[in-house]
């Protein structure tokens, strides 16, 4: 005796995709360096942990308030080698005008190579 299912025809659910290439940029962007205090003059001693926003494949990412102005930010530690935080590091310095990244503010790096 054989079993035939009946699956109920889903409705075709279309998103319609966003036009990227208005929101690219048409010239090359400059090469970007590492700093070990950020764009704008942040230190990672000025930082103090909140709260763990969330874990991920490449570390963990904290809630931080800068100690003088109270200002909030997203701090990412990367537990992986120099060459993959440098490669997020480009992408998020090239990403400040795509509507679904964060703001980018600088990068620090321990002595012992790690980000």
Not at 57 to 68: A, E
């Amino acid at each position: 005796m054989a079993l035939i299912r009946h699956h109920p025809r889903y409705p075709n659910l279309r998103l319609p995709l966003l036009d990227l290439f208005e929101r690219r940029s048409v010239f090359p962007l400059p090469a970007t360096t590492v700093k070990s205090v950020s764009d704008n003059g942040i230190n990672i001693g000025d930082l103090e942990k909140l709260l763990i926003l969330g874990h991920g494949n490449g570390g963990t990412v904290y809630k931080v308030c800068h100690k003088d102005t109270s200002a909030t930010y997203a701090l990412k530690i990367i537990r992986s080698n120099v060459h993959r935080a440098l490669s997020e590091i480009s992408i998020l310095r090239r990403a400040t005008h795509c509507p679904y990244v964060v703001g980018f503010h600088g990068s620090f790096q321990k002595s012992n190579d790690k980000m």
